[in-house]
């Protein structure tokens, strides 16, 4: 079973940046939507980021807000958000998330709100 430890997150000044990171273990498949949420207190959970992995060293990634960054580096089993110029509406617990895809499959942010193993999640608290 697929495992997920997400970490960086922390608290740093409007106009910061952080770099987010998730590590995979256990059974791994290449097929598989991965993504990142964030939830803030009293709002619903939010898609930030999503990829979808196919075979192979590639990654698309699908979405990214705030102009940040999504990669993956298959070699440490690990999924990045990297945010720039960080805002105080920010301020969230943001999640990573996993899924396998089947046939037919379409990662978008129900997909993953539906299928996916969630990491247990870090804060990131933006303050002017």
């Known amino acids: 079973q697929v495992h997920l430890i997400d970490s960086g997150g922390g608290s740093v000044q409007t106009g910061g940046s952080l770099k987010l990171s998730c590590v995979a273990s256990?059974?791994?498949?290449?097929?598989?939507?991965m993504g990142w949420f964030r939830q803030a207190p009293g709002k619903e959970r939010e898609g930030v980021a999503r990829?979808?992995?196919?075979?192979?060293?590639?990654v698309y990634a699908n979405f990214v807000k705030d102009g940040g960054a999504v990669f993956i580096d298959s070699a440490k089993s690990t999924l990045y958000l990297q945010m720039y110029n960080l805002q105080p509406e920010h301020t969230a617990m943001y999640y990573c998330a996993a899924a396998t895809r089947g046939p037919g499959d379409v990662c978008t942010w129900s997909f993953l709100l539906q299928r996916a193993v969630w990491g247990q999640g870090t804060q990131v608290t933006v303050s002017s």
């Open positions: 256990g059974y791994t498949n290449n097929n598989s939507c």
């Open positions: 990829v979808t992995i196919s075979p192979g060293p590639r």
